[in-house]
């Protein structure tokens, strides 16, 4: 005989009668109406087709099959119980903020850790979307932050993202830099220099491609691939030695040997979305949706001020404000 899936409820019925001996104390012990524990002993034996209890006026005993069947019972429910336990709460989620500093990603964090106390959500610092939105796809990494409309075409197809900020970008040179001496640097100021912007670096290409827009038609000249310097004295000491300014967003962490300057006329601004994989769900998640949606409400994050710059894959226009 091929049965059909038995449902725990007709099982939890089933024990509670066969330990009580008594269909009224077994309906109490659940909290549940005599006449509908009646209904789900029969309709456990209509579906294994024997009968579990002997029923008189004065007691109720186990049928062979009904004894042969409560050991089997209980060790079905107890696994049940412990499937509901193993996922009865989420586990943590996995939210890479880019950078262990300051940004964006990290004040929208803060916040969908106000809105959900009961989540972990577990930070961590990969460098690059590029990298991170392929660990996100795979199931290694369940949040990142950046350039989604930078990413290729295969990878982007494989993610969901929403629009976070429009993140005013910056400049990075080194202490004496003729530039050092401004409180903000027009991108024509930068007309022959040579910018760092991860250029040869597998994990951020996004980044790469939307410098090399930006400095397109303005004289700015990519900086060359090199190995990217790890912790603060290697990036001061790499600073020091090439003197290139490196592009970075305004929020960037302070470095040492070097001054941050917003960029001017006009303020280029990153895109900066929030991506996860399609079709995922987690109460984490969720509450970084609304904290995303919140602050960019109430702080303008996507507002796009006059005299600015997007790159075309936004606005469709090469350099468009």
């Given at each position: 005989?091929?049965?059909?899936?038995?449902?725990?409820?007709?099982?939890?019925?089933?024990?509670?009668?066969?330990?009580?001996?008594?269909?009224?104390?077994?309906?109490?012990?659940?909290?549940?109406?005599?006449?509908?524990?009646?209904?789900?002993?029969?309709?456990?034996?209509?579906t294994?087709?024997?009968?579990?209890?002997?029923?008189?006026?004065?007691?109720?005993?186990?049928t062979?099959?009904?004894?042969?069947?409560?050991?089997?019972?209980?060790?079905?429910?107890?696994?049940?119980?412990?499937?509901?336990?193993a996922?009865?709460?989420?586990?943590?989620?996995?939210?890479?903020?880019?950078?262990?500093?300051?940004?964006t990603?990290?004040?929208?964090?803060?916040?969908?850790?106000?809105?959900?106390?009961?989540?972990?959500?577990?930070?961590?610092?990969?460098?690059?979307?590029?990298?991170?939105a392929?660990?996100?796809?795979?199931?290694?990494?369940?949040?990142?932050?950046?350039?989604?409309d930078?990413?290729?075409?295969?990878?982007?197809?494989?993610?969901?993202?929403?629009p976070?900020?429009?993140?005013?970008?910056?400049?990075?040179?080194?202490?004496g830099?003729?530039?050092?001496?401004?409180?903000?640097?027009?991108?024509?100021?930068?007309?022959?220099?040579?910018?760092?912007?991860?250029?040869?670096?597998?994990?951020?290409?996004?980044?790469?491609?939307?410098?090399?827009?930006?400095?397109?038609?303005?004289?700015?000249?990519?900086?060359?691939?090199?190995p990217?310097?790890?912790?603060?004295?290697?990036?001061?000491?790499?600073?020091?030695?090439?003197?290139?300014?490196?592009?970075?967003?305004?929020?960037?962490?302070?470095?040492?040997?070097?001054?941050?300057?917003?960029?001017?006329?006009?303020?280029?601004?990153?895109?900066?979305?929030?991506?996860?994989?399609k079709?995922?769900?987690?109460?984490?998640?969720?509450?970084?949706?609304?904290?995303?949606?919140?602050?960019?409400?109430?702080?303008?994050?996507?507002?796009?001020?006059?005299?600015?710059?997007?790159?075309?894959?936004?606005?469709?226009?090469?350099?468009?404000?």
């Amino acid at each position: 005989m091929m049965l059909r899936d038995v449902d725990p409820r007709l099982l939890r019925g089933f024990v509670a009668v066969a330990e009580e001996l008594h269909f009224t104390r077994a309906a109490a012990r659940l909290y549940v109406a005599q006449q509908a524990l009646s209904r789900d002993v029969r309709r456990l034996e209509e579906t294994l087709g024997t009968a579990l209890f002997v029923r008189t006026t004065r007691a109720v005993e186990p049928t062979p099959d009904g004894e042969r069947l409560l050991p089997l019972a209980r060790r079905v429910l107890a696994a049940h119980e412990a499937l509901t336990a193993a996922f009865a709460a989420p586990r943590a989620l996995l939210v890479d903020l880019n950078t262990d500093g300051p940004s964006t990603a990290r004040t929208v964090l803060e916040r969908a850790r106000e809105l959900a106390p009961d989540c972990e959500l577990m930070a961590r610092w990969e460098s690059g979307l590029t990298y991170a939105a392929a660990e996100v796809a795979a199931g290694r990494l369940d949040v990142s932050f950046g350039y989604a409309d930078g990413l290729d075409p295969v990878l982007r197809s494989r993610i969901a993202h929403r629009p976070v900020r429009y993140e005013p970008l910056a400049v990075l040179l080194p202490d004496g830099h003729p530039l050092a001496a401004l409180s903000a640097v027009p991108l024509e100021a930068l007309a022959g220099e040579t910018v760092y912007a991860g250029a040869g670096n597998p994990r951020t290409p996004e980044w790469t491609g939307l410098a090399r827009e930006l400095f397109a038609g303005r004289g700015i000249l990519m900086a060359p691939p090199a190995p990217v310097a790890v912790g603060k004295d290697e990036f001061r000491r790499v600073m020091a030695k090439t003197g290139n300014p490196v592009l970075v967003t305004v929020d960037f962490v302070d470095m040492p040997g070097s001054v941050k300057r917003p960029l001017v006329d006009p303020v280029p601004l990153s895109p900066l979305s929030m991506v996860w994989r399609k079709g995922f769900g987690h109460p984490g998640l969720e509450a970084l949706q609304r904290a995303a949606a919140g602050l960019s409400a109430d702080r303008g994050w996507l507002d796009v001020p006059p005299a600015s710059w997007r790159p075309a894959a936004l606005t469709g226009v090469p350099g468009a404000g």
